[in-house]
């Protein structure tokens, strides 16, 4: 099945544990991004990388890293998490260079920093 | 910066009626503006793209209309149906500069479909 896959799906930490959140898609897309999703402020690109070893920054990167050596994968990384992190977060893939097309959803990490 | 905006954050209508939501930009001119299903807790779902050259867009019930000089598109479900009910995103993405993998959403709009 064709899917994103995320892990894990529920995560409770405390400020300043570092954590990574993994995402992977079995596509072959080229494109892949992180979102989060908060209350009244919708949903906000934080990175998205248009193929391997190429990342960029979406509207709100401070505090994240990403990474991308393989194709399939795309892994969050918060090195020091803060409660304004706290939020539910979405990886996504598409199958252009652009990711102009549909992107695919995961089905979301909803991570709460303490 | 770019700004987008869903003209309302919730829309009640009667089942078989239909809904029309509004999806309204400032600064840039898109290329493409796509338009996603939400249900609760889960990820967005791709529904349909439209181009900036394209006036219309259609797929079974659903229709979307861009009009790059008002800066607006809209989307309509024709005959709803409660099944319908979600949270509805329109997205746009920039072709130009480095900004092609940008992706911009709105914050939604609830549509409630009622028996």
Partial sequence: EAQVTQNPRYLITVTGKK???TCSQNMNH?????????????LRQI????NVEVTDKGDVPEGYKVSRKEKRNFPLILESP????????????SPTTFGIYEQYFGPGTRLTVT | SQKIEQNSEALNIQEGKTATLTCNYTNY??????WYRQDP????????LIREN???KRKER?????????KQSLFHITASQPADSATYLCALSMNYGGSQGNLIFGKGTKLSVKP
């Avoid at chain 1, 304004?84 to 979405?90: G, I, P, W």
């Avoid at chain 2, 979307?64 to 000089?69: A, I, L, P, S």
Wanted: hydrophobic share 35%.
């Fill in chain 2, 54 to 56: 394209e006036k219309e």
């Fill in chain 1, 47 to 50: 990175y998205y990388s248009m």
């Fill in chain 2, 41 to 48: 807790g889960r990820g967005p779902v791709f529904l349909l």
């Fill in chain 1, 19 to 21: 954590l990574t959140v």
């Fill in chain 1, 82 to 93: 803060s409660p304004n992190q706290t939020s539910l977060y979405f990886c996504a893939s």
């Fill in chain 2, 62 to 70: 659903l229709k979307v209309t861009f009009d790059t000089t008002l």
């Fill in chain 2, 29 to 34: 001119s898109p290329a493409y503006l796509q």
């Fill in chain 1, 30 to 42: 080229e494109y892949m991004s992180w979102y989060r999703q908060d209350p009244g402020l919708g």
